[in-house]
């Protein structure tokens, strides 16, 4: 079946502007996350959502950042403002339920100049 | 503090042989370890898990060990090939929570 996927795979945007990020997770999973992973790091979690519950925002790095995801089923995540420093690969999961196995997309390469 | 660290950053083993990656875990409240496979411009692929009341699971040509006694997990590879070749990670998920906590990453090198 179709996995987890994300659009666009490449982004580069200039210092400053608003960037928007979406995933499509595998239908019928419940749980979604975000996770950014940059150049030479390893990977950080961003924000979660499990069902009709508050998403836990807890890895937000900034206020310019903020994630909804609609009808339970795809979301967006929102940068605004863009630093330099928001370049890295944001990636998107999905789980059946909350605290099973997460299944990653591909990925989101963010370039910022 | 919370980590999940690998003990060696790159592996380099010869086609055929067994590879072990290792893990090192700091939260004994983590109930739930992930090992993920990444290869260049691609997302993590998930390759086995085993959960807390566990000590060994195994998949297709994997094995995971979990020793909670000196929170160390480990990946073995039998009969390594070339297309196993990649960045293998480490993740935990503490008890109650979901998110995943991830550690740096080993980079396995098999040489034909």
């Known amino acids: 079946g179709a996995g987890v996927s994300q659009s666009p795979s490449n982004k580069v945007t200039e210092k400053g502007k608003d960037v928007e990020l979406r995933c499509d997770p595998i239908s019928g999973h419940t749980a979604l996350y975000w996770y950014r992973q940059s150049l030479g790091q390893g990977l950080e979690f961003l924000i979660y959502?499990?069902?009709?519950?508050?998403?836990?925002k807890s890895g937000l790095p900034s206020d310019r950042f903020s994630a909804e995801r609609t009808g339970g089923s795809v979301s967006t995540l929102t940068i605004q403002r863009t630093q330099q420093e928001d370049s890295a690969v944001y990636l998107c999961a999905s789980s059946f339920r909350y605290q099973e196995t997460q299944y990653f997309g591909p990925g989101t390469r963010l370039l910022v100049l | 503090g919370e980590s999940v660290g690998l003990h060696l950053p790159t592996l380099s083993v010869q086609e055929g042989d067994n590879s072990i990656i290792n893990c090192a875990y700091s939260n004994s409240a983590s109930d739930y370890f992930i090992w993920y496979k990444q290869e260049s411009g691609k997302g993590p692929q998930f390759i086995i898990d085993?959960?807390?009341?566990?000590d060994k699971r195994q998949g297709q040509r994997v094995t995971v060990l979990l020793n909670k006694t000196v929170k160390h997990l480990s990946l073995q590879i039998a009969a390594t090939q070339p297309g196993d070749s990649a960045v293998y990670f480490c993740a935990e998920i503490k008890g109650g929570g979901g998110k995943l906590i991830f550690g740096q990453g080993t980079e396995l090198s098999v040489k034909p």
């Open positions: 085993i959960r807390s009341n566990m």
């Open positions: 959502f499990q069902g009709n519950s508050a998403p836990d």
